[in-house]
């Protein structure tokens, strides 16, 4: 089936928006610390993997997508203190949402008319 231009173009400012978005910082309490001191810095390298979307007959919204998110590298840090080739379960799911709306709201900023659904991918982490 083919895409209407519309669709097309909002795709490709989709694409253009999120091209150099590819790296997520963020951190966490360590487990049982009451310091405020003792955390894990979390770095994430990512690649938008597929943007799919379709019209929408919502009232608030003209599309309707799905992002494909694909995690490629996640480092864990202690005063600046790195080590990589962390799994998805090796943090926290907080994280993982964290991501997902960075990328939602830097879409919504633009293109407010436009409602997406984060997916991961995990299966390129660390490999």
């Not at 795709?11 to 997520?24: A, G, P, R, V």
């Not at 894990?40 to 938008?48: A, C, G, R, T």
């Not at 694909?70 to 090796?90: A, C, M, R, T, Y």
């Amino acid at each position: 089936m083919e895409m209407d231009k519309v669709t097309e173009k909002t795709l490709d400012m989709i694409h253009k928006l999120l091209k150099d978005k590819n790296q997520f910082d963020d951190w966490y309490s360590m487990p049982y610390s009451s310091s405020d001191d003792d955390r894990v810095d979390v770095h994430i390298e990512y690649k938008i993997k597929k943007v799919l979307l379709k019209k929408t007959k919502d009232s608030n919204h003209l599309f309707l997508g799905t992002i494909i998110i694909q995690p490629i590298k996640v480092s864990l840090g202690v005063n600046d203190d790195w080590e990589h080739g962390f799994k998805q379960h090796d943090v926290y799911e907080r994280i993982w949402d964290s991501l997902s709306e960075n990328v939602i709201e830097d879409l919504e900023t633009i293109l407010p008319h436009v409602y997406v659904i984060p997916e991961f991918d995990f299966t390129k982490i660390n490999s």
